[in-house]
């Protein structure tokens, strides 16, 4: 089991001379030369790794409000990334933001991309945490909402 950064979690199914097969979420599969995947590929989360993100997720600090275009650069480069950190760092601030806006129920809610770019983290950063951990997706997704009410 692996984690090909903003692709996600999934493993190796084959491995000739010089590629590598890896099977991913949703079906997708890459191919890739073995010296490129030394710098695109990690191990999945440690039980560490996992406290880790525990706290990150129950971090109460307020997200900063730069302008929408920082903050979409910030995001993308955390989300492209796939560091299982920055992805809860993501998750965490994605929703305290929308808790933000509900709260104030002026009807206003998260574009569309900064809503893609939400989800995205979290299914990766789920998914990641269903593998290392033997969790069916929903469960791994309802850990992290746990983790998230937590700090509600």
Do not use: N
């Not at 979409?72 to 560091?83: Q, R, S």
């Amino acid at each position: 089991m692996v984690v090909y950064r903003a692709h996600g979690a999934g493993r190796i199914a084959a491995r000739e001379q010089d590629t590598l097969v890896l099977e991913l979420a949703e079906g997708l599969s890459v191919t890739l030369r073995v010296e490129r995947a030394r710098e695109l590929l990690r191990p999945l989360l440690s039980e560490a790794d996992l406290l880790r993100v525990q706290e990150t997720l129950r971090d109460e600090q307020a997200p900063s409000e730069p302008l929408w275009l920082k903050r979409k650069k910030d995001t993308e480069l955390k989300v492209a990334g796939g560091d299982p950190l920055r992805l809860a760092e993501v998750v965490r601030d994605g929703a305290l933001r929308e808790r933000k806006l509900i709260a104030k129920r002026t009807g206003s809610q998260f574009s569309a991309s900064e809503k893609s770019l939400y989800l995205k983290a979290r299914r990766l950063l789920s998914g990641e945490i269903g593998l290392a951990h033997g969790l069916e997706p929903a469960e791994a997704d309802a850990w992290i909402e746990e983790q998230l009410d937590a700090t509600a």
